[in-house]
């Protein structure tokens, strides 16, 4: 049985060939009295990358591995999580305690997804950009995490708490100004995000797209009209000028610049020239190409390059690099015995993958 490889986003949860919500609903109990109403409680197992409701977590899992993939009780395989960068001890020790007192897997690994989106495309060394829903690890949540040989450079890694979600409100605030009328959803706005949401060439172009650029309208599944104009630039604007969202950080190709400076001048080359984006947001319209143009007029003496997957990825590759590199990195670590087994487990307990896990 292949290993099965997980990667549980804030937004989305990849397992095996499942993708899918990991926001979840709680449901009214068999048995509660026909006159008892129970609001819609929506709950989110995942966190701003981190797993902080483990019941929740449990039960997507279950549903994922037995019901989705085909797992049988007694009969479970093997599996490997990727990690969020910085991830505490405790959270790694509880989710293999898990893995192994409840779900009874056969083995289990775990690495950080920085790792993982180099190895999926053929790099050991570099830095990952990583903007996810909840997450841009450079804390809008996004992160910036160099990698040397396989191992993060946790001294120079950077985890920002500004991500997806909090383009999504700044979307949803800007509609909402130029459209008072209309009552929007955050899932109305997630889905106009995705489809309206780029870039700017820079911000001259940002300015001058601000005075004349043309109104679209999209009419909502309810019937409501809204109108879309310069908000969908504005969303992009605010990763390179994050003012914008009141904060006072650089933007992010200067945090990358940032943080690569912290590390040996011998190997900067080797990670600048080596960058993979990565993360759900960076598949934005126009913003691959904005963050090489500000790179190639950043005051670094090495300039940051990005890496293009390779050609036999799938088109989505920048959205599920970190899964993908997990999918390559378990035909090794599970063959070669590398991961931590049953026994492992139960001879040091959770501790265990501190030690096997790296």
């Known amino acids: ?30 048995g509660l009295p026909d006159d008892m109403v129970m ?12 797993i902080k409701d483990w019941d ?19 009969n479970e395989g093997q599996i490997l999580f990727t990690d969020p960068l ?14 192994f007192e409840t779900f009874n897997v056969q083995g289990f690994y775990a690495s950080e997804q920085a790792v993982l989106s180099l ?32 191992a ?4 120079a890694s950077k985890r920002f708490e500004i991500g997806g979600i909090d383009l999504t409100k ?3 605030q800007e509609l909402k100004r130029s459209n008072p009328q209309v009552n929007l959803s955050i899932s109305d706005v997630e889905r106009l995000k995705e489809q309206y949401a780029c870039c700017a060439e820079d911000q001259d172009a940002y300015k001058h797209i601000k005075k004349t650029c043309q109104k679209e309208q999209h009419t909502l599944p309810d019937g409501q009209v809204i109108t879309v104009e310069k908000e969908k630039y504005t969303v992009g604007e605010a990763l390179f000028q ?20 912290s590390v040996s001048s011998e190997n900067q080359r080797q990670l600048l020239e080596n960058t993979v984006l990565c993360g759900g947001t960076a598949s934005m319209i126009g913003f691959e190409e904005r963050f090489q143009k500000e790179a190639n007029l950043c005051s670094s003496s090495i300039r940051p390059s990005l890496v293009k997957p390779p050609e036999y990825m799938p088109e989505n590759m920048i959205k599920n690099s970190a899964w993908l590199g997990g999918a390559i990195l378990a035909k090794v670590v599970f063959p070669q015995n590398q991961h931590v087994t049953k026994g492992d487990y139960d001879e040091t307990g959770p501790s265990v993958v501190h030690r096997k896990c790296f």
């Open 1 to 30: 049985m292949e290993a099965v490889v997980v990667d549980a986003g804030s937004k989305l949860l990849k397992a095996g060939f499942a993708i899918i919500p990991t926001q979840m609903k709680k449901v009214a109990e068999d």
């Open 39 to 50: 609001d819609d409680v929506t709950v989110d197992p995942v966190v701003r990358g981190f």
């Open 56 to 74: 929740a977590m449990e039960e997507l899992l279950r549903h994922v591995l037995y019901t989705g993939l085909g797992w049988e009780i007694g």
């Open 86 to 99: 910085s991830t505490p001890k405790a959270v790694r020790e509880q989710l293999v305690q898990m893995m």
């Open 119 to 150: 190895y999926a495309v053929g790099r050991i060394s570099g830095c990952a950009v990583d903007i996810g829903h909840g997450k841009i690890a450079n804390s809008l949540t996004y992160y910036i995490a160099p990698v040397l040989e396989g």
């Open 152 to 155: 993060v450079q946790h001294i």
């Open 170 to 172: 700044l979307f949803a």
């Open 242 to 261: 994050p003012s914008i969202l009141g904060l006072e950080e650089h933007g992010i190709v200067e945090q990358l610049v940032r943080s690569i400076s």
